[in-house]
Protein backbone atom coordinates (compact mmCIF):
# COMPACT_ATOMS: atom_id res chain seq x y z
CA UNK A 1 0.00 0.00 0.00
CA UNK A 2 2.79 2.40 1.10
CA UNK A 3 4.20 1.97 -2.51
CA UNK A 4 0.86 2.95 -4.47
CA UNK A 5 1.58 6.67 -2.30
CA UNK A 6 5.01 6.89 -3.13
CA UNK A 7 3.87 6.37 -6.91
CA UNK A 8 0.96 8.28 -6.99
CA UNK A 9 3.22 11.25 -5.28
CA UNK A 10 5.95 10.78 -7.85
CA UNK A 11 3.33 11.20 -10.89
CA UNK A 12 2.04 14.48 -8.75
CA UNK A 13 5.43 15.67 -8.65
CA UNK A 14 6.23 15.27 -12.47
CA UNK A 15 2.78 16.79 -13.26
CA UNK A 16 3.93 20.07 -11.16
CA UNK A 17 7.48 19.83 -13.02
CA UNK A 18 5.75 19.40 -16.11
CA UNK A 19 3.66 22.21 -15.95
CA UNK A 20 6.22 24.86 -14.27
CA UNK A 21 8.83 23.70 -17.33
CA UNK A 22 6.53 24.51 -20.11
CA UNK A 23 5.89 28.21 -18.39
CA UNK A 24 9.53 28.76 -17.70
CA UNK A 25 10.17 27.52 -21.16
CA UNK A 26 8.17 29.71 -22.95
CA UNK A 27 8.63 33.02 -20.48
CA UNK A 28 12.44 32.43 -21.05
CA UNK A 29 12.63 32.75 -24.90
CA UNK A 30 14.40 35.58 -26.42
CA UNK A 31 11.29 37.43 -27.54
CA UNK A 32 7.42 37.41 -25.57
CA UNK A 33 5.60 35.24 -27.22
CA UNK A 34 2.41 38.05 -26.99
CA UNK A 35 4.95 40.70 -28.77
CA UNK A 36 5.43 38.29 -31.18
CA UNK A 37 1.72 38.03 -31.72
CA UNK A 38 1.09 41.59 -30.98
CA UNK A 39 2.93 42.15 -34.18
CA UNK A 40 1.30 39.23 -36.22
CA UNK A 41 -1.99 41.46 -35.11
CA UNK A 42 -0.37 44.67 -36.44
CA UNK A 43 1.11 43.10 -39.74
CA UNK A 44 -2.04 41.46 -40.98
CA UNK A 45 -4.57 44.50 -40.20
CA UNK A 46 -6.59 42.46 -37.39
CA UNK A 47 -5.74 45.12 -35.25
CA UNK A 48 -5.72 48.57 -36.43
CA UNK A 49 -4.08 50.10 -33.32
CA UNK A 50 -1.21 49.19 -31.04
CA UNK A 51 -3.94 49.47 -28.33
CA UNK A 52 -6.44 47.24 -29.68
CA UNK A 53 -3.66 44.45 -30.39
CA UNK A 54 -2.79 44.87 -26.89
CA UNK A 55 -6.27 44.34 -25.61
CA UNK A 56 -6.85 41.22 -27.81
CA UNK A 57 -3.15 39.88 -27.10
CA UNK A 58 -4.48 39.55 -23.08
CA UNK A 59 -7.34 37.38 -23.85
CA UNK A 60 -4.74 35.00 -25.49
CA UNK A 61 -3.70 33.87 -22.03
CA UNK A 62 -4.88 33.60 -18.47
CA UNK A 63 -2.02 35.44 -17.36
CA UNK A 64 -1.11 38.93 -16.81
CA UNK A 65 2.37 39.69 -18.84
CA UNK A 66 2.69 42.76 -16.66
CA UNK A 67 2.56 40.86 -13.23
CA UNK A 68 5.85 39.61 -11.53
CA UNK A 69 6.61 36.41 -12.58
CA UNK A 70 5.65 34.34 -9.27
CA UNK A 71 2.19 35.22 -9.86
CA UNK A 72 2.09 34.27 -13.73
CA UNK A 73 3.03 31.09 -12.52
CA UNK A 74 0.43 31.01 -10.00
CA UNK A 75 -1.75 32.30 -11.90
CA UNK A 76 -1.12 29.57 -15.08
CA UNK A 77 -1.23 27.07 -12.60
CA UNK A 78 -4.60 27.92 -11.33
CA UNK A 79 -5.76 28.42 -14.94
CA UNK A 80 -4.51 25.03 -16.14
CA UNK A 81 -6.43 23.37 -13.10
CA UNK A 82 -9.55 24.86 -14.70
CA UNK A 83 -8.88 23.48 -18.08
CA UNK A 84 -7.81 27.03 -19.35
CA UNK A 85 -4.77 26.96 -21.72
CA UNK A 86 -5.54 30.02 -23.30
CA UNK A 87 -6.28 30.30 -26.98
CA UNK A 88 -4.43 29.75 -30.08
CA UNK A 89 -2.67 32.32 -31.53
CA UNK A 90 -3.35 31.27 -35.33
CA UNK A 91 -6.87 30.51 -35.03
CA UNK A 92 -7.70 32.45 -31.80
CA UNK A 93 -9.86 29.29 -30.60
CA UNK A 94 -9.55 28.59 -26.90
CA UNK A 95 -7.06 25.64 -26.88
CA UNK A 96 -9.21 23.04 -24.74
CA UNK A 97 -11.23 23.29 -27.70
CA UNK A 98 -8.71 22.22 -30.33
CA UNK A 99 -7.87 19.27 -27.88
CA UNK A 100 -11.33 18.35 -27.15
CA UNK A 101 -12.37 18.26 -31.16
CA UNK A 102 -8.90 16.63 -32.17
CA UNK A 103 -8.37 13.72 -29.47
CA UNK A 104 -10.86 11.40 -30.68
CA UNK A 105 -9.50 11.07 -33.77
CA UNK A 106 -5.61 10.30 -32.66
CA UNK A 107 -7.29 8.38 -29.96
CA UNK A 108 -9.43 5.93 -32.75
CA UNK A 109 -6.61 5.74 -35.19
CA UNK A 110 -3.68 5.05 -32.65
CA UNK A 111 -5.66 2.05 -30.80
CA UNK A 112 -6.91 0.77 -33.56
CA UNK A 113 -3.23 0.65 -34.95
CA UNK A 114 -2.31 -0.64 -31.58
CA UNK A 115 -4.89 -3.55 -31.20
CA UNK A 116 -3.91 -4.61 -34.08
CA UNK A 117 -0.06 -4.59 -34.23
CA UNK A 118 0.04 -6.21 -30.85
CA UNK A 119 -2.10 -8.97 -32.09
CA UNK A 120 -0.56 -9.78 -35.48
CA UNK A 121 2.43 -9.78 -33.61
CA UNK A 122 2.12 -11.74 -30.64
CA UNK A 123 0.70 -14.66 -33.05
CA UNK A 124 3.59 -14.16 -35.45
CA UNK A 125 6.55 -14.17 -32.50
CA UNK A 126 4.56 -17.45 -30.95
CA UNK A 127 4.93 -19.36 -34.46
CA UNK A 128 8.65 -17.94 -34.49
CA UNK A 129 9.61 -19.38 -31.18
CA UNK A 130 7.51 -22.47 -32.33
CA UNK A 131 9.33 -22.91 -35.65
CA UNK A 132 13.10 -21.60 -33.84
CA UNK A 133 16.29 -22.92 -35.49
CA UNK A 134 14.19 -23.79 -38.95
CA UNK A 135 15.44 -21.35 -42.10
CA UNK A 136 12.17 -19.76 -42.19
CA UNK A 137 12.55 -18.81 -38.80
CA UNK A 138 16.23 -16.86 -39.90
CA UNK A 139 14.49 -14.91 -42.68
CA UNK A 140 11.48 -13.88 -40.93
CA UNK A 141 13.71 -12.52 -37.96
CA UNK A 142 15.86 -10.60 -40.38
CA UNK A 143 12.78 -9.29 -42.27
CA UNK A 144 11.07 -8.01 -39.21
CA UNK A 145 14.12 -6.55 -38.08
CA UNK A 146 14.67 -4.61 -41.05
CA UNK A 147 10.77 -3.55 -40.78
CA UNK A 148 10.75 -2.41 -37.41
CA UNK A 149 13.92 -0.31 -38.31
CA UNK A 150 11.79 1.74 -40.34
CA UNK A 151 10.39 4.90 -38.72
CA UNK A 152 6.29 4.98 -38.89
CA UNK A 153 6.81 8.60 -40.52
CA UNK A 154 9.04 7.30 -43.40
CA UNK A 155 6.53 4.70 -43.63
CA UNK A 156 3.76 7.05 -43.94
CA UNK A 157 5.67 9.09 -46.93
CA UNK A 158 6.38 5.40 -48.89
CA UNK A 159 2.41 4.79 -48.07
CA UNK A 160 1.47 8.07 -49.15
CA UNK A 161 3.28 7.82 -52.02
CA UNK A 162 2.22 4.77 -53.07
CA UNK A 163 -1.54 4.27 -52.78
CA UNK A 164 -2.48 7.91 -52.60
CA UNK A 165 -0.22 9.54 -55.89
CA UNK A 166 0.88 6.83 -57.84
CA UNK A 167 -1.96 4.20 -57.52
CA UNK A 168 -4.76 6.71 -55.85
CA UNK A 169 -6.47 4.23 -54.15
CA UNK A 170 -7.24 6.03 -50.77
CA UNK A 171 -8.31 9.22 -50.31
CA UNK A 172 -5.41 11.95 -49.50
CA UNK A 173 -6.34 14.01 -46.37
CA UNK A 174 -8.59 14.73 -43.69
CA UNK A 175 -10.26 12.38 -41.09
CA UNK A 176 -13.53 11.96 -43.37
CA UNK A 177 -15.05 13.12 -46.67
CA UNK A 178 -16.33 16.60 -46.18
CA UNK A 179 -18.89 16.78 -48.66
CA UNK A 180 -20.68 13.95 -46.97
CA UNK A 181 -22.83 14.85 -44.06
CA UNK A 182 -21.73 13.85 -40.52
CA UNK A 183 -23.72 11.16 -39.02
CA UNK A 184 -24.39 7.79 -38.24
CA UNK A 185 -24.83 6.86 -41.77
CA UNK A 186 -23.12 3.68 -44.18
CA UNK A 187 -21.62 6.63 -46.58
CA UNK A 188 -20.40 8.72 -43.37
CA UNK A 189 -18.86 5.67 -41.13
CA UNK A 190 -17.30 4.49 -44.79
CA UNK A 191 -15.48 7.27 -45.23
CA UNK A 192 -13.89 7.67 -41.77
CA UNK A 193 -12.61 3.94 -42.43
CA UNK A 194 -11.00 4.58 -45.88
CA UNK A 195 -9.20 7.60 -44.04
CA UNK A 196 -8.13 5.95 -41.64
CA UNK A 197 -6.61 2.95 -43.00
CA UNK A 198 -2.98 4.53 -44.27
CA UNK A 199 -2.39 6.59 -41.30
CA UNK A 200 -3.31 3.21 -39.55
CA UNK A 201 -1.55 0.91 -42.12
CA UNK A 202 1.51 3.35 -41.11
CA UNK A 203 1.70 2.70 -37.61
CA UNK A 204 1.20 -0.94 -37.88
CA UNK A 205 3.52 -2.08 -40.63
CA UNK A 206 6.24 -0.64 -38.53
CA UNK A 207 5.29 -1.58 -35.07
CA UNK A 208 4.24 -5.71 -35.28
CA UNK A 209 7.68 -6.34 -35.81
CA UNK A 210 8.86 -4.77 -32.65
CA UNK A 211 6.32 -7.24 -30.52
CA UNK A 212 6.92 -10.05 -32.46
CA UNK A 213 10.32 -10.25 -31.47
CA UNK A 214 9.73 -9.31 -28.31
CA UNK A 215 7.39 -12.12 -27.69
CA UNK A 216 9.38 -14.42 -29.56
CA UNK A 217 12.27 -13.72 -27.02
CA UNK A 218 10.01 -14.60 -24.44
CA UNK A 219 8.57 -17.52 -25.98
CA UNK A 220 11.92 -18.79 -26.79
CA UNK A 221 12.75 -18.73 -22.67
CA UNK A 222 9.88 -20.04 -21.39
CA UNK A 223 9.58 -22.84 -24.23
CA UNK A 224 12.98 -24.20 -22.67
CA UNK A 225 10.78 -24.49 -19.04
CA UNK A 226 10.07 -27.81 -17.43
CA UNK A 227 6.57 -27.24 -17.19
CA UNK A 228 7.07 -27.11 -21.06
CA UNK A 229 8.93 -29.95 -21.15
CA UNK A 230 6.10 -31.91 -18.57
CA UNK A 231 3.52 -30.93 -21.29
CA UNK A 232 5.09 -32.35 -23.89
CA UNK A 233 5.92 -35.42 -22.02
CA UNK A 234 2.08 -35.81 -21.28
CA UNK A 235 1.23 -35.89 -24.74
CA UNK A 236 -0.78 -32.94 -25.24
CA UNK A 237 -1.51 -31.41 -28.36
CA UNK A 238 1.05 -28.93 -29.79
CA UNK A 239 -1.63 -25.77 -30.48
CA UNK A 240 -2.50 -26.71 -26.53
CA UNK A 241 1.03 -26.21 -25.35
CA UNK A 242 1.71 -23.11 -27.68
CA UNK A 243 -1.47 -20.89 -26.30
CA UNK A 244 -1.71 -22.17 -22.91
CA UNK A 245 1.47 -22.54 -21.79
CA UNK A 246 3.65 -20.94 -23.90
CA UNK A 247 1.39 -18.09 -24.80
CA UNK A 248 -0.17 -17.16 -21.44
CA UNK A 249 3.63 -16.96 -19.56
CA UNK A 250 5.01 -15.14 -22.29
CA UNK A 251 2.38 -12.51 -23.07
CA UNK A 252 2.75 -10.53 -19.75
CA UNK A 253 6.13 -8.86 -20.57
CA UNK A 254 4.21 -7.43 -23.41
CA UNK A 255 1.44 -5.33 -21.00
CA UNK A 256 4.58 -3.81 -20.28
CA UNK A 257 5.02 -2.76 -23.49
CA UNK A 258 1.50 -2.17 -23.20
CA UNK A 259 1.57 0.39 -20.90
CA UNK A 260 4.25 2.10 -22.06
CA UNK A 261 2.05 2.73 -25.60
CA UNK A 262 -0.69 4.95 -23.81
CA UNK A 263 1.69 7.94 -24.66
CA UNK A 264 1.27 6.92 -28.36
CA UNK A 265 -2.49 6.26 -27.57
CA UNK A 266 -3.37 10.07 -26.68
CA UNK A 267 -0.44 11.79 -28.41
CA UNK A 268 -0.15 9.97 -32.08
CA UNK A 269 2.65 10.57 -34.36
CA UNK A 270 2.80 14.58 -35.05
CA UNK A 271 4.38 13.43 -38.40
CA UNK A 272 2.31 10.51 -39.72
CA UNK A 273 -0.78 12.54 -38.84
CA UNK A 274 0.50 15.55 -40.53
CA UNK A 275 1.50 13.62 -43.58
CA UNK A 276 -1.87 12.01 -43.63
CA UNK A 277 -3.28 16.07 -42.68
CA UNK A 278 -5.43 13.98 -40.14
CA UNK A 279 -7.04 16.42 -37.64
CA UNK A 280 -5.73 14.82 -34.73
CA UNK A 281 -4.06 16.26 -32.22
CA UNK A 282 -0.30 15.47 -33.26
CA UNK A 283 -1.17 17.12 -37.06
CA UNK A 284 -1.91 20.30 -34.39
CA UNK A 285 0.98 19.76 -32.48
CA UNK A 286 2.88 19.81 -35.27
CA UNK A 287 1.51 22.86 -36.37
CA UNK A 288 1.92 24.60 -33.37
CA UNK A 289 5.46 24.22 -33.40
CA UNK A 290 5.69 25.76 -36.88
CA UNK A 291 3.30 28.46 -36.76
CA UNK A 292 5.28 29.54 -33.43
CA UNK A 293 1.70 28.77 -31.55
CA UNK A 294 2.98 28.95 -28.50
CA UNK A 295 -0.26 29.11 -26.56
CA UNK A 296 -1.64 26.10 -28.29
CA UNK A 297 1.51 24.14 -28.38
CA UNK A 298 1.67 24.45 -24.61
CA UNK A 299 -1.63 23.74 -24.06
CA UNK A 300 -0.96 20.30 -25.41
CA UNK A 301 1.99 19.67 -24.50
CA UNK A 302 0.60 19.78 -20.91
CA UNK A 303 -2.39 17.63 -22.15
CA UNK A 304 -0.51 14.82 -23.49
CA UNK A 305 2.23 14.90 -20.52
CA UNK A 306 -0.59 14.83 -17.94
CA UNK A 307 -2.59 11.93 -19.72
CA UNK A 308 0.25 9.99 -20.04
CA UNK A 309 1.59 10.57 -16.50
CA UNK A 310 -1.57 9.93 -15.01
CA UNK A 311 -1.82 6.98 -17.68
CA UNK A 312 1.59 4.71 -16.52
CA UNK A 313 0.34 5.61 -13.01
CA UNK A 314 -3.06 3.34 -13.54
CA UNK A 315 -0.98 0.87 -15.74
CA UNK A 316 1.72 0.30 -13.04
CA UNK A 317 -1.21 0.08 -10.12
CA UNK A 318 -2.87 -2.79 -12.05
CA UNK A 319 0.24 -4.35 -13.39
CA UNK A 320 1.08 -5.47 -10.02
CA UNK A 321 -2.66 -6.72 -9.70
CA UNK A 322 -2.11 -8.67 -13.01
CA UNK A 323 1.12 -10.50 -12.38
CA UNK A 324 1.71 -11.42 -8.51
CA UNK A 325 5.25 -12.07 -9.22
CA UNK A 326 6.23 -8.01 -10.21
CA UNK A 327 8.33 -7.20 -7.36
CA UNK A 328 7.07 -4.04 -5.86
CA UNK A 329 9.34 -0.89 -4.79
CA UNK A 330 12.96 -0.32 -5.81
CA UNK B 1 46.70 -3.79 -26.79
CA UNK B 2 47.80 -7.16 -28.16
CA UNK B 3 47.00 -8.56 -31.58
CA UNK B 4 44.30 -10.90 -29.89
CA UNK B 5 42.84 -8.23 -28.63
CA UNK B 6 42.04 -6.78 -32.07
CA UNK B 7 41.54 -9.88 -33.74
CA UNK B 8 39.08 -11.10 -30.68
CA UNK B 9 36.38 -8.98 -31.32
CA UNK B 10 36.82 -8.95 -35.25
CA UNK B 11 36.69 -12.51 -35.52
CA UNK B 12 32.93 -12.60 -33.76
CA UNK B 13 32.15 -9.88 -36.00
CA UNK B 14 32.83 -11.45 -38.84
CA UNK B 15 30.87 -14.37 -37.37
CA UNK B 16 28.23 -12.84 -36.81
CA UNK B 17 25.92 -11.72 -39.66
CA UNK B 18 24.10 -8.95 -38.28
CA UNK B 19 26.87 -7.36 -36.88
CA UNK B 20 28.80 -7.96 -40.07
CA UNK B 21 25.83 -6.67 -42.19
CA UNK B 22 25.51 -3.68 -40.14
CA UNK B 23 29.53 -2.73 -39.57
CA UNK B 24 29.18 -2.81 -43.54
CA UNK B 25 26.60 -0.51 -44.18
CA UNK B 26 27.57 1.85 -41.61
CA UNK B 27 31.63 1.89 -42.76
CA UNK B 28 30.15 2.48 -46.30
CA UNK B 29 27.93 5.91 -44.80
CA UNK B 30 31.18 7.20 -42.47
CA UNK B 31 33.36 6.55 -45.31
CA UNK B 32 30.68 8.48 -47.26
CA UNK B 33 30.37 11.33 -45.14
CA UNK B 34 34.42 11.83 -44.39
CA UNK B 35 35.49 11.47 -48.22
CA UNK B 36 32.49 11.94 -50.20
CA UNK B 37 32.38 16.57 -49.82
CA UNK B 38 35.92 16.45 -50.47
CA UNK B 39 35.29 14.13 -53.90
CA UNK B 40 31.65 15.92 -55.20
CA UNK B 41 31.39 19.65 -54.62
CA UNK B 42 28.25 20.71 -53.89
CA UNK B 43 26.92 23.42 -56.52
CA UNK B 44 23.54 24.80 -54.24
CA UNK B 45 23.41 27.45 -57.63
CA UNK B 46 19.55 26.78 -59.40
CA UNK B 47 19.98 25.30 -63.03
CA UNK B 48 16.92 25.96 -64.36
CA UNK B 49 17.67 22.80 -67.68
CA UNK B 50 17.82 20.43 -64.94
CA UNK B 51 15.22 20.98 -62.84
CA UNK B 52 13.55 17.42 -61.83
CA UNK B 53 16.04 15.98 -64.56
CA UNK B 54 15.56 12.36 -64.06
CA UNK B 55 18.53 9.93 -63.31
CA UNK B 56 21.22 9.53 -65.67
CA UNK B 57 25.10 9.42 -66.36
CA UNK B 58 26.03 12.25 -64.41
CA UNK B 59 23.60 12.78 -62.30
CA UNK B 60 22.82 9.10 -60.92
CA UNK B 61 19.85 10.03 -58.58
CA UNK B 62 18.32 12.91 -60.90
CA UNK B 63 18.08 16.25 -59.99
CA UNK B 64 15.90 18.08 -57.30
CA UNK B 65 13.36 20.91 -57.98
CA UNK B 66 16.30 23.92 -58.42
CA UNK B 67 18.20 21.31 -60.34
CA UNK B 68 20.50 20.61 -58.02
CA UNK B 69 22.31 17.10 -58.54
CA UNK B 70 20.48 14.93 -55.62
CA UNK B 71 23.68 12.40 -54.91
CA UNK B 72 25.44 15.18 -54.02
CA UNK B 73 23.13 16.42 -51.69
CA UNK B 74 22.40 12.95 -50.23
CA UNK B 75 26.84 13.08 -49.99
CA UNK B 76 26.69 16.17 -47.74
CA UNK B 77 24.10 15.69 -46.00
CA UNK B 78 25.10 12.55 -45.02
CA UNK B 79 28.16 13.93 -42.61
CA UNK B 80 25.47 16.45 -41.41
CA UNK B 81 23.40 13.38 -40.54
CA UNK B 82 25.96 11.13 -38.74
CA UNK B 83 27.64 14.52 -36.43
CA UNK B 84 24.45 15.23 -35.48
CA UNK B 85 23.75 11.77 -34.14
CA UNK B 86 26.79 11.25 -33.25
CA UNK B 87 27.30 14.22 -30.80
CA UNK B 88 23.35 13.50 -29.83
CA UNK B 89 24.68 9.91 -28.69
CA UNK B 90 27.44 10.97 -27.01
CA UNK B 91 25.79 13.87 -24.64
CA UNK B 92 22.99 11.02 -23.71
CA UNK B 93 25.68 8.80 -23.20
CA UNK B 94 27.77 10.97 -21.15
CA UNK B 95 24.93 12.54 -19.36
CA UNK B 96 23.15 9.15 -18.58
CA UNK B 97 26.30 7.19 -17.27
CA UNK B 98 27.25 10.56 -15.03
CA UNK B 99 23.92 10.65 -13.10
CA UNK B 100 23.33 6.44 -13.18
CA UNK B 101 27.12 6.48 -11.77
CA UNK B 102 27.05 9.09 -8.86
CA UNK B 103 23.05 8.13 -8.11
CA UNK B 104 24.14 4.57 -7.51
CA UNK B 105 27.40 4.72 -5.94
CA UNK B 106 27.06 7.81 -3.61
CA UNK B 107 23.55 6.30 -2.73
CA UNK B 108 21.38 8.42 0.34
CA UNK B 109 20.01 12.17 -0.20
CA UNK B 110 21.98 12.31 -3.47
CA UNK B 111 20.53 9.09 -4.65
CA UNK B 112 16.74 9.97 -3.90
CA UNK B 113 17.32 13.64 -5.64
CA UNK B 114 18.46 12.11 -8.97
CA UNK B 115 16.42 9.32 -8.96
CA UNK B 116 13.09 11.26 -8.35
CA UNK B 117 14.63 13.49 -11.32
CA UNK B 118 15.22 10.10 -13.57
CA UNK B 119 11.80 9.18 -13.13
CA UNK B 120 10.06 12.57 -13.19
CA UNK B 121 11.58 13.09 -16.71
CA UNK B 122 11.03 9.39 -17.73
CA UNK B 123 7.34 10.01 -17.32
CA UNK B 124 7.67 13.31 -19.90
CA UNK B 125 6.77 11.86 -23.25
CA UNK B 126 10.52 12.00 -25.37
CA UNK B 127 10.14 13.05 -28.97
CA UNK B 128 7.16 15.84 -28.17
CA UNK B 129 9.77 17.50 -25.57
CA UNK B 130 12.17 17.13 -28.11
CA UNK B 131 10.14 18.76 -30.82
CA UNK B 132 8.80 21.68 -27.87
CA UNK B 133 12.38 22.28 -27.14
CA UNK B 134 13.69 22.75 -30.53
CA UNK B 135 10.99 24.97 -31.33
CA UNK B 136 11.79 27.29 -28.71
CA UNK B 137 15.31 27.03 -28.67
CA UNK B 138 15.75 27.52 -33.01
CA UNK B 139 19.25 26.97 -33.00
CA UNK B 140 21.97 25.87 -36.02
CA UNK B 141 24.58 24.49 -33.67
CA UNK B 142 24.87 20.49 -33.79
CA UNK B 143 26.16 20.69 -30.11
CA UNK B 144 23.30 22.40 -29.13
CA UNK B 145 21.02 20.22 -31.34
CA UNK B 146 23.01 17.45 -29.50
CA UNK B 147 21.71 18.85 -26.42
CA UNK B 148 17.88 18.88 -27.68
CA UNK B 149 18.09 15.14 -28.61
CA UNK B 150 19.54 13.65 -25.59
CA UNK B 151 16.97 15.74 -23.35
CA UNK B 152 14.37 12.72 -23.90
CA UNK B 153 16.85 9.81 -23.76
CA UNK B 154 19.63 10.17 -20.74
CA UNK B 155 17.12 9.44 -18.45
CA UNK B 156 16.21 5.74 -19.41
CA UNK B 157 20.07 4.89 -19.34
CA UNK B 158 20.47 6.74 -15.96
CA UNK B 159 18.72 4.30 -14.30
CA UNK B 160 19.82 1.19 -16.09
CA UNK B 161 22.85 2.31 -15.27
CA UNK B 162 22.77 3.39 -11.71
CA UNK B 163 20.92 -0.65 -11.04
CA UNK B 164 24.43 -1.71 -12.82
CA UNK B 165 25.92 0.10 -10.53
CA UNK B 166 24.52 -0.90 -6.96
CA UNK B 167 25.26 -4.81 -8.12
CA UNK B 168 29.10 -4.03 -8.42
CA UNK B 169 29.57 -1.83 -5.72
CA UNK B 170 29.26 -4.44 -2.99
CA UNK B 171 32.28 -6.38 -5.03
CA UNK B 172 35.30 -7.50 -3.26
CA UNK B 173 37.67 -5.41 -4.78
CA UNK B 174 35.53 -2.26 -4.82
CA UNK B 175 35.33 -2.67 -1.17
CA UNK B 176 39.57 -2.86 -0.99
CA UNK B 177 39.54 -0.32 -3.09
CA UNK B 178 36.97 2.02 -0.21
CA UNK B 179 39.25 0.25 2.37
CA UNK B 180 42.73 1.38 1.28
CA UNK B 181 40.66 4.91 1.32
CA UNK B 182 40.87 5.70 -1.85
CA UNK B 183 38.30 8.54 -3.12
CA UNK B 184 34.17 7.91 -3.80
CA UNK B 185 35.04 9.83 -7.88
CA UNK B 186 38.27 7.74 -8.55
CA UNK B 187 36.51 4.68 -7.59
CA UNK B 188 33.96 5.56 -9.72
CA UNK B 189 35.67 6.23 -12.91
CA UNK B 190 38.50 3.78 -12.68
CA UNK B 191 37.23 0.79 -10.85
CA UNK B 192 33.28 0.87 -11.28
CA UNK B 193 33.19 2.46 -15.02
CA UNK B 194 35.80 0.19 -16.60
CA UNK B 195 33.41 -2.47 -16.15
CA UNK B 196 30.28 -0.52 -17.10
CA UNK B 197 32.32 0.29 -20.45
CA UNK B 198 30.73 -2.42 -23.09
CA UNK B 199 27.05 -1.33 -21.51
CA UNK B 200 27.97 1.91 -22.23
CA UNK B 201 29.07 0.99 -25.63
CA UNK B 202 25.82 -0.36 -26.65
CA UNK B 203 24.04 2.23 -24.87
CA UNK B 204 25.88 4.80 -27.46
CA UNK B 205 24.59 3.04 -30.42
CA UNK B 206 21.03 2.69 -28.89
CA UNK B 207 20.63 6.36 -27.97
CA UNK B 208 22.59 7.02 -31.80
CA UNK B 209 19.58 4.90 -33.40
CA UNK B 210 17.03 6.91 -31.66
CA UNK B 211 18.54 10.29 -31.87
CA UNK B 212 18.33 9.52 -35.94
CA UNK B 213 14.71 8.61 -35.51
CA UNK B 214 14.12 12.23 -33.27
CA UNK B 215 16.94 14.32 -35.30
CA UNK B 216 15.15 13.26 -39.04
CA UNK B 217 11.74 14.07 -37.41
CA UNK B 218 12.51 17.56 -36.55
CA UNK B 219 14.30 18.30 -40.01
CA UNK B 220 11.28 16.60 -41.76
CA UNK B 221 8.72 19.00 -39.51
CA UNK B 222 10.92 21.97 -40.09
CA UNK B 223 11.74 22.98 -36.62
CA UNK B 224 15.08 23.12 -37.21
CA UNK B 225 16.52 25.24 -39.78
CA UNK B 226 20.16 23.73 -39.19
CA UNK B 227 21.03 22.70 -42.89
CA UNK B 228 19.77 22.31 -46.27
CA UNK B 229 21.26 19.11 -47.52
CA UNK B 230 20.29 17.19 -44.39
CA UNK B 231 18.26 14.10 -45.79
CA UNK B 232 15.34 15.02 -43.07
CA UNK B 233 15.19 18.88 -44.94
CA UNK B 234 15.15 17.31 -48.35
CA UNK B 235 12.77 15.46 -47.52
CA UNK B 236 10.44 17.98 -45.85
CA UNK B 237 11.47 20.19 -49.20
CA UNK B 238 10.20 17.27 -51.29
CA UNK B 239 6.46 16.93 -49.88
CA UNK B 240 5.91 20.00 -48.19
CA UNK B 241 7.80 23.16 -49.35
CA UNK B 242 8.18 22.33 -52.80
CA UNK B 243 5.23 19.67 -53.68
CA UNK B 244 7.47 17.55 -55.74
CA UNK B 245 5.40 15.04 -54.36
CA UNK B 246 3.00 15.43 -56.56
CA UNK B 247 5.04 15.63 -60.13
CA UNK B 248 4.77 12.76 -61.47
CA UNK B 249 8.45 13.33 -63.39
CA UNK B 250 9.94 14.16 -59.69
CA UNK B 251 9.67 10.80 -57.83
CA UNK B 252 13.00 9.79 -57.81
CA UNK B 253 13.56 13.16 -55.84
CA UNK B 254 11.07 12.19 -52.68
CA UNK B 255 12.64 8.17 -52.84
CA UNK B 256 15.91 8.94 -52.36
CA UNK B 257 16.10 10.41 -48.91
CA UNK B 258 13.46 7.67 -48.14
CA UNK B 259 16.04 4.85 -49.23
CA UNK B 260 19.20 6.54 -47.18
CA UNK B 261 17.40 7.15 -44.34
CA UNK B 262 16.09 3.66 -44.13
CA UNK B 263 19.02 2.16 -44.65
CA UNK B 264 21.04 4.00 -42.33
CA UNK B 265 18.57 3.29 -39.89
CA UNK B 266 18.81 -0.29 -40.38
CA UNK B 267 22.44 -0.32 -40.56
CA UNK B 268 22.58 1.19 -37.42
CA UNK B 269 19.87 -1.19 -36.18
CA UNK B 270 21.74 -4.52 -37.44
CA UNK B 271 24.98 -3.35 -35.97
CA UNK B 272 23.40 -2.82 -32.32
CA UNK B 273 22.08 -5.97 -32.37
CA UNK B 274 25.10 -7.53 -33.40
CA UNK B 275 27.43 -5.80 -30.58
CA UNK B 276 24.76 -6.99 -27.79
CA UNK B 277 25.18 -9.95 -29.22
CA UNK B 278 28.82 -10.62 -29.05
CA UNK B 279 29.26 -8.81 -25.40
CA UNK B 280 25.65 -10.67 -24.26
CA UNK B 281 26.83 -14.16 -25.23
CA UNK B 282 23.57 -15.02 -23.12
CA UNK B 283 21.29 -13.56 -25.68
CA UNK B 284 22.72 -15.59 -27.69
CA UNK B 285 19.84 -17.84 -29.32
Known amino acids: ?330 | MELEDIMGPLHVLVENKRALAGSLILLGFILMALFGPMIFPLDMNPKFSLVYAPPSFEHPLGCDYIGVDILTEIIWGAKDVLTIVAIAGIITVVLGSIVGLVAGYFGGIVDLLLNTLVDIVLTIPGLPLVIVLAGLIQTRDPVSIGLILSAGAWAGLAREMRSQVLSIKERDFIEASRAIGIGRLSIIFSDVLPILMPFVGISFLFAVVQSLYASVALFFIGVLPFSTVHWGTMLNIAIQVSGAIFVPYARHYVIAPVIFIILLQVGLILFSYGVEDIFNPRLRT
Open chain 1, 1 to 330: MKWIYRRALLALLSIIFTVVLTFFLIRLMPGNPMDYYIQILMRTGRARTREEAIERAKSLMPVNMNDPIWKQLIDYIVGVMHGDFGRSISSFTPVSEIIVKSLPWTVFISSVALTLSFTIGTVIGLVLAYKRGTTFEGFSVAALTIFGAIPSYIMAVLLFFLLTIIYPIFPMNGGYDSLIPVGFTFAFIASVITHAVLPVASYVLTDFAGWALGIRAMATTVLGEDYVTVAKARGLKESTIVTNYVGRNSILPQFTGLALSIGFLVGGSPLVETIFTYPGIGRFFAAAVSARDYPLLQGLFLVLSITVISANLIADVLYTRLDPRVKVGD
